[in-house]
């Protein structure tokens, strides 16, 4: 996982889980992948050991930046931005292979500390989860399984399903998933549910910076969507901003996400470039505080692998900004998410609908009248909500003193 400087999908939700454990009176220890160095790094108030290479982040670009958090190829790509001092150099992450090294470590942490008492894997990748198996049956750990994803690998998975120790997923959605995968094999007690969400005390300690000017800030968050997906996307983009020529100096538009990776050639096809205010964006911190300068967050999700149940990890954070929502994807589980907190959606594969919602949703905001986020939501998505599933589970697991 990526401590810091880019809290990228499953380690967003990892973080979250280790840095609420204090206020219940847990210590957490977190073995992670790669680090960095410079100015900017986030830090945390509990141990964190990595197990990969370290980097600073102050002589490597943005654009490397971006390919070393998310585990890509370090070739470059176009990503332009226009100069707002919104973007800085944090940190950077590096390639994988610390798997190995990361089993060196956490032995090494668990014979330091006899008082650590369970174990905590997060998989997809499959390695953390084979990881705590390993240790679970050298130091005679219960372990606690969360699975954000399928692994595609029926041993795998069943392996970890029949170990006899706790198996967390963020979803009924999921959990119902693999029921039926694994009918037969698995039963309804077999899978737990611990969902993710908002930490909102993260809030107060950021500083976005103001605003400036009448703009329309738009936040897209890129994920599983491919070269047709796409271009539905910024055809429907585009037509939307020829359509409003004369707003086109207040629309700002950021792009997050794996799958922002791959804009860059349509923003110069469809000639959108000058309306991007941050280029890549490589830091937790940093994307946390253009959400909250956002009027919008859009998640622009395609049918990759496993779309029906994904929902990305930062839109659980958007529930605690005052950003409205909005979705150009397929049916799933993130378009139920996004309907829930009073957002609007449109189908990735049909450009019309892409047009029509971004159209009233410019509406909707020159009028004043974009919805925000029920506080019943807000309440239900908040890490004070979440930890008590994720206590519950363990307090289940661990034996009594």
Request: proline residues 5%; contains cysteine; charged residues 25%.
């Amino acid at each position: 996982m990526n401590f810091p400087p880019m809290m990228t999908e499953g380690s967003s939700r990892a973080f979250k889980f280790a840095s609420s454990l204090p206020q219940f009176g847990w210590e957490p220890v977190v073995v992670a992948g790669h680090t960095v160095s410079g100015a900017g790094v986030d830090r945390f108030p509990y141990q964190v050991h990595y197990a990969g290479i370290e980097r600073c982040g102050e002589e490597t670009d943005t654009e490397q930046l971006f390919r070393f958090v998310h585990g890509l190829p370090q070739q470059r790509f176009s990503f332009r931005k226009r100069s707002s001092g919104t973007t800085r150099s944090n940190g950077c992450s590096g390639e994988g292979g610390w798997e190995r090294r990361a089993a060196v470590v956490a032995g090494q942490v668990l014979q330091d500390d006899p008082d650590i008492e369970m174990i905590y894997a997060q998989a997809p990748p499959f390695a953390p989860h084979r990881l705590g198996l390993e240790l679970s049956a050298k130091y005679h750990l219960p372990v606690m399984f969360d699975c954000t994803a399928s692994f595609a690998d029926e041993k795998q998975e069943i392996s970890i399903m029949h170990s006899g120790h706790c198996v967390a997923m963020p979803s009924r959605a999921m959990k119902e998933f693999f029921l039926r995968k694994y009918r037969g094999k698995l039963f309804h007690d077999d899978i737990s549910i611990v969902r993710s969400g908002f930490d909102p005390e993260i809030f107060g300690v950021l500083k976005p910076e103001e605003p400036a000017g009448a703009m329309m800030r738009w936040v897209f968050h890129v994920e599983k969507a491919d070269g047709k997906e796409l271009k539905n996307f910024f055809s429907g983009l585009s037509a939307f901003v020829e359509s409003q020529q004369a707003a086109r100096g207040f629309l700002s538009f950021v792009f997050t996400g794996l799958g922002s990776e791959a804009v860059g050639r349509y923003l110069k096809k469809y000639r959108l470039e000058e309306l991007v205010d941050a280029g890549p964006v490589c830091s937790h911190s940093e994307e946390l505080e253009l959400c909250m300068r956002a009027d919008i967050y859009c998640v622009v999700l395609g049918k990759g692998d496993g779309y029906e149940f994904f929902v990305p990890e930062r839109l659980y954070d958007v529930m605690g900004t005052s950003a409205s929502f909005a979705g150009v994807l397929p049916e799933g589980l993130a378009k139920q998410v996004i309907y829930e907190a009073g957002g609007r959606t449109a189908s990735i594969e049909k450009v019309e609908t892409i047009v029509e919602l971004l159209q009233e949703t410019f509406i909707l905001w020159r009028s004043g009248q974009l919805s925000q986020v029920p506080g019943s939501v807000t309440e239900d998505y908040s890490m004070r909500s979440v930890m008590q599933e994720f206590l519950r589970e363990m307090a289940a697991r661990l034996p009594l003193v």
